[in-house]
């Protein structure tokens, strides 16, 4: 630069050459003052959180966000058209903009029930659909502007099984009671590990007073696949129960499809509890902590592992005036014996026996039942109801899961909260 001006030195005037020079730098100045200040905003605004971005803009000449694409309004349905669904999952239509109106879904057996958001714009089924139906869709979809357009149908269809399977309570809506009443749920089909997994998430229980209980699927097959629960302690007296099992619509595998919901309500009777101590050779039925009735008694022989009465909580399963008893192995076939309480699945009953009366608060003989006179069974069998515990001590033999259908009370709680 240096030998550039001294070769125009002989073609201009010191002093025009110093004022250009002078005008020429102010404006570099300027420029470089811009564009510093350029730099100096896009650190600025990097400070403030527009990292890489607003240096990149700035390098780039780019004022403005690039425009962003429009994404035009839809509506959509579920179930969409296709293979068959399971009656049992979501039900819905749902609009991104505007609202609906009028929407229904229709199926061969009539519409569904089913609400509106309170926006408008999405609608939802609140019942499971019927196996073996093909169902429409109508209604208005009403966009912000005001154009109004129908609903497309958007057929589907319902699966059609070949195998249906009902799960069955063992307490029937609005009875009452014992304290000791597990809640079973069976299905008379061996489940997979993953058909119970499945109905597991269906299940509930609500109760009127707080109650600490957990469901466990019994490791025996009696009756089928069961699940059970139970509280921890004994139900509180007076308490409300409700269970629930959403299970219509449910596939269960190699099962079948569960064909209906489970939806019973309850309530926890006297706290009743039966005392059978075998040494006694007597029992006592104590009602909210107060003994109200003593009977003599005579239990299973002892010397006998075979005819031992259980010890353990059983609880009261059933009841009828007469029952006939068979155990060819002791010599009686379809005796009949009365007013007869079951206590387990293993024969094992209390009940009226005359032709052991001489033992009845002396001596233990009998095959495994607790036997009474028929006057003592009588007031027994009008006094007891389902669930009451019937706590059984003494004997050299436990109740276990080979007795039958109600040992829940057997489990520790540890165990029965631990899982399968």
Wanted: charged content about 20%.
């Amino acid at each position: 630069m240096s030998r550039s001006w001294e070769r125009s030195r002989g073609r201009h005037s010191p002093r025009r050459r110093r004022s250009l020079h002078r005008r020429s730098l102010a404006t570099l100045t300027a420029a470089l003052v811009v564009l510093v200040a350029s730099v100096a905003g896009a650190t600025a605004a990097v400070a403030g959180g527009g990292i890489g971005e607003t240096i990149a803009r700035n390098l780039a000449g780019a004022g403005a966000e690039p425009p962003q694409p429009q994404v035009p309004a839809f509506v959509t349905t579920v179930p969409r058209p296709g293979p068959p669904v399971a009656p049992r999952g979501q039900v819905r239509a749902a609009a991104s903009a505007g609202h609906l109106e009028g929407v229904a879904l229709t199926g061969d057996d009539g519409p569904v029930t089913g609400v509106l958001a309170p926006d408008g714009r999405s609608w939802t089924a609140t019942d499971p659909l019927e196996f073996g139906s093909t169902y429409r869709w109508s209604g208005t979809w009403v966009l912000d502007d005001g154009t109004r357009r129908p609903l497309a149908e958007d057929a589907f269809s319902t699966v059609d099984p070949d195998t249906e399977i009902e799960g069955r309570l063992n307490i029937r809506d609005g009875a009452e009671v014992g304290i000791g009443a597990p809640v079973a749920l069976s299905f008379p089909a061996d489940l997979s590990d993953e058909a119970k997994q499945a109905v597991s998430k269906t299940l509930s229980v609500e109760t009127s007073t707080p109650v600490e209980g957990a469901w466990k699927w019994m490791p025996d097959d009696a009756d089928g696949s069961r699940v059970h629960y139970r509280p921890k302690e004994y139900w509180p007296a007076g308490t409300q129960v409700r269970v629930r099992a959403a299970l219509r619509g449910l596939d269960l595998g190699d099962a079948g499809w569960a064909t209906a919901d489970v939806d019973r309500s309850f309530t926890i009777g006297t706290s009743r509890i039966v005392k059978a101590d075998t040494r006694s050779h007597q029992i006592a039925v104590v009602e909210n902590g107060r003994e109200v009735a003593r009977y003599d008694a005579s239990y299973g022989l002892e010397s006998d592992p075979n005819r031992v009465t259980r010890s353990g909580v059983h609880v009261v399963m059933a009841k009828s005036e007469k029952v006939l008893m068979t155990n060819e192995a002791y010599g009686y076939v379809d005796q009949p014996q009365y007013w007869a309480v079951r206590i387990s699945n293993n024969g094992e009953f209390i009940h009226a026996n005359p032709a052991s009366t001489y033992a009845q608060g002396n001596r233990n003989v009998s095959h495994g039942c607790i036997n009474l006179s028929t006057a003592d069974a009588k007031e027994f069998f009008a006094m007891v109801a389902f669930g009451d515990p019937v706590e059984v001590t003494g004997s050299s033999e436990p109740l276990t899961p080979r007795d039958g259908l109600y040992y829940d009370w057997t489990v520790p709680w540890e165990e029965w909260t631990a899982g399968p």
